[in-house]
């Protein structure tokens, strides 16, 4: 790779979209995109335009309610590889009984 392949603003973008990645991570699920700029200090034009790349790449989800954004199953991929003795078992369907008794301690 040749220094002008890098140089620019290309390298100042890809930290931006992990600076989002984070963001979205740190805020969970529901974050708006003006939270995201805000907590960035990206424009929201650099905010927007980031979040839709992000999001048709798997890496984020906009809610159902299209009221804010979540990590998308690409970021979980790449936590699963980068950490693979700390993957999340999956959740089970089935509803959960309520104790019967109270949790001593409490």
């Known amino acids: 790779m040749t220094d002008d392949a890098i140089s ?8 931006s979209a992990l ?18 700029s805000r ?27 299209l009221r804010g954004f979540a990590l998308g199953a690409k970021f979980r991929e790449l936590a699963e590889l980068a950490a693979p003795e700390a993957r999340l078992p999956a959740a089970d369907p089935r509803p959960t009984a309520k104790a019967s008794r109270p949790v001593q301690g409490t």
């Open 8 to 15: 620019g603003r290309k390298p100042q973008a890809i930290r």
């Open 19 to 36: 600076g989002l990645l984070r963001a979205v991570a740190e805020a969970g699920p529901g974050v708006t995109a003006r939270e995201l």
């Open 39 to 65: 907590a960035t200090g990206l424009s929201t034009a650099t905010t927007y335009r980031l979040l839709t790349l992000l999001e048709g790449d798997g890496y984020l989800v906009r809610l159902p309610d």
